[in-house]
């Protein structure tokens, strides 16, 4: 009786095991074309196999909204992940997106919250406020859990991927060109770095404190 008890958990062991060492870390860098960091990129491994990556459980996401701006500046989002914005300031805002991603629009007054926006489609969500034109931010809704934002330091790293031939792409609220950019990489080399040719941000209050 209890060899039969400990055979499922051997093999469950071993099968966390064999999938533990199927898996890598991958390393991520993004500068720009001077070697400065690149804060706020957003970089996603996609499987060149075509196979359909996990979709990982569904998250409330918060952007709030201080001193007149957005934060955080971009928010990255998995396909059915929600979205909710919060008034933390002491004046009215209205928060607007034309994307074709998802179009949306709502008054918050002080201290207001909104209802939870689902968002079925991958792409960008540039999110503006049609009373404080200087706030900006960006929603990216991602297809594959294998994804990072950069932060200060313009490093980080994306665990738990299998092993094997990826799509590694980068985008930048002002990456200069259209699209984002993409290389072919193998995780067992375990790290990719992106040189992003960025354009000037525009000046505004909601950039300067929280880029």
């Not at 720009?32 to 979709?55: E, I, W």
């Not at 950069?150 to 990826?166: E, H």
Request: net charge positive; hydrophobic share 40%; proline share 8%.
């Amino acid at each position: 009786m209890r060899l039969r008890l400990l055979m499922p958990i051997a093999l469950a062991c071993a099968l966390v095991t064999s999938q533990t060492a199927r898996a890598a870390d991958v390393a991520v860098s993004v500068t720009d074309q001077g070697g400065a960091p690149a804060k706020a990129a957003v970089v996603t491994l996609t499987p060149l196999d075509g196979k359909p990556a996990p979709p990982p459980a569904a998250v409330r996401r918060i952007i709030d909204q201080k001193h007149e701006a957005f934060v955080p500046f971009v928010t990255v989002m998995w396909r059915n992940d929600h979205l909710v914005f919060k008034n933390s300031d002491r004046t009215r805002h209205h928060v607007y997106s034309f994307s074709p991603i998802k179009q949306f629009e709502f008054v918050l007054d002080p201290g207001q919250t909104s209802q939870p926006l689902k968002f079925d489609k991958a792409g960008v969500v540039a999110i503006g406020c049609n009373i404080h034109d200087q706030m900006l931010a960006y929603a990216v809704i991602v297809q594959t859990p294998w994804s990072t934002l950069t932060p200060d330091d313009g490093r980080a790293t994306i665990a738990g991927v299998p092993k094997g031939k990826y799509r590694a792409s980068v985008w930048h609220p002002y990456l200069a060109g259209d699209g984002p950019a993409d290389k072919v990489i193998d995780t067992e080399v375990g790290a990719v770095s992106f040189a992003l040719d960025l354009k000037t941000p525009r000046k505004s209050r909601g950039h300067e404190r929280h880029y």
